[in-house]
């Protein structure tokens, strides 16, 4: 079966079983689109993968999903220089200082969110996804009201739950992204007619790329999404918590902050948001025994990388412990990309999306939680990307 249809049926099953009809190989032959592909996993594979000599991302995702998740003409189809050029702007725009703002005003306005829900029944995704996208546009300088925000949060939260493969999410998904692209091409176009061409702001410094507004409007919400799409991780770190009453204890422990910080390496692990990654190959090259020619197809399997029993103990299991002694390997650790963020393709936003798990973390730990359901099912494996079942039932009372 070609690997995209295996990946529609399956979801995150599906390269694990493809690996388990080739002896449970590291590297196996497959097709993807059509096209010949090779299937890597473990830190070796990742290092083949983000070989930028070896390997291209242009043309490397469907249209149809590239299209969707990230924007016509964005950073992530591009290869060399240009790639390179906005790299790092992100990069800077996302600087330690930066990151920092950003979370002490998600922390604010999730302080604040849980105050007035305490007691109450809550979605506790969509509360997230709301303080998130609040807190980012906020951050960023976008000129907006505060029912403005919360729209264009879960229309960028709908992006993201679109690209999974189901119709409906899928379709709800264009429509958001159709919507969004026209408002950040008119925000990019009105930023620059301002003159205000000095100022700091994320806003400011996106809108001065020599680009056309709607492909610097793309590349606004390829820095506003990504940090709405914190709200799966997060979600998930809590139902962590809500599984484990000692973890619990100890985010709020003395220790408080180490614990945080690897939980939110660990639910990374174990919950990727996709299963898979692919590339394009640029030159004829040979890996593990196997060939690969000019335009093949390069799949990283990232749920097999971060699950690889050649790195990890008990690969299956939720252990935050696992990072207590080191930070994640470069290329043993996939969630959000490989190698170096500053000359590779791994995301200039990770840094962020760990400080603003830790964050909820911390702010969600001052409340006893209570589930509605306290079987804690997770959406079934076929479901791209998944999050947790009972946080629409959630209750949080105050220590």
């Known amino acids: 079966m070609d690997l995209s249809l295996a990946l529609l049926r399956r979801g995150y099953h599906a390269l694990a079983e493809e690996r388990g009809r080739h002896d449970d190989a590291d590297t196996f032959a497959a097709r993807l689109l059509g096209r010949h592909a090779l299937v890597l996993r473990g830190a070796d594979g990742a290092r083949v993968f983000y070989d ?27 290869d060399g220089r240009e790639h390179d050029v906005r790299k790092h702007l992100f990069l800077d725009v996302l600087d330690d200082e930066a990151v920092e703002r950003l979370v002490a005003v998600v922390a604010e306005r999730l302080r604040d969110r849980l105050v007035e829900s305490a ?9 997230l996804v709301e303080v998130y996208g609040d807190s980012v546009l ?21 992006i993201v739950d679109g690209f999974g493969g189901s119709p409906r999410a899928y379709a709800r998904g264009w429509a958001a992204r159709a919507h969004l692209d026209r408002w950040a091409g008119r925000l990019v176009a009105a930023q620059r007619r301002s003159g205000r061409t000095g100022d700091a702001t994320p806003l400011a410094r996106i809108a001065s790329l020599p680009v056309p507004a709607r492909t610097a409007g793309v590349e ?56 898979a990654l692919a590339g394009r190959a640029r030159i004829a090259f040979t890996h593990d025994g196997l060939s690969v020619r ?39 650790f996939v969630p959000q990309g490989g190698g170096c963020p500053r000359n590779g393709h791994r995301c200039p936003g990770e840094p962020l999306t760990v400080r603003i798990v830790e964050a909820t973390l911390e702010e969600v730990g001052r409340y006893d939680l209570v589930s509605g359901d306290p079987e804690l099912p997770d959406q079934p494996m076929t479901r791209m990307p998944r999050r947790p079942g009972p946080t629409g039932r959630l209750v949080l009372t105050a220590r």
Do not use: C, K
Not at 58 to 75: K, T
Not at 119 to 127: C, K, N, P, Q, T
Not at 255 to 267: I, M, Q
Not at 320 to 326: L, N, S, Y
């Open 294 to 332: 000019p335009g093949d197809r390069l799949v990283l399997d990232v749920v097999g990388t971060d699950t690889d029993p050649a790195h990890w103990s008990a690969p299956d299991r939720f252990d935050p412990q696992r990072f207590t002694d080191a930070e994640p390997d470069a290329y043993a």
């Open 220 to 275: 606004l919400l390829n820095l506003l999404r990504p940090t709405v799409a914190v709200a799966w991780p997060a979600t998930w770190a809590v139902v962590e918590l809500l599984r484990d009453a000692d973890l619990a204890a100890q985010v709020r422990g003395s220790a408080g902050e180490l614990v945080r910080r690897r939980v939110a390496h660990e639910v990374r692990r174990v919950r990727p948001f996709v299963p």
């Open 138 to 158: 906020r951050w960023a300088g976008v000129p907006s009201h505060e029912r403005q925000r919360s729209s264009l949060a879960r229309q960028m939260a709908a």
């Open 52 to 78: 930028t000599e070896r390997v291209s991302r242009v043309g490397s995702v469907p249209p149809p999903l590239a299209g969707l998740i990230f924007g016509s003409g964005a950073m992530h189809g591009l």
């Open 119 to 127: 007691g109450r029944e809550v979605d506790l995704f969509a509360l």
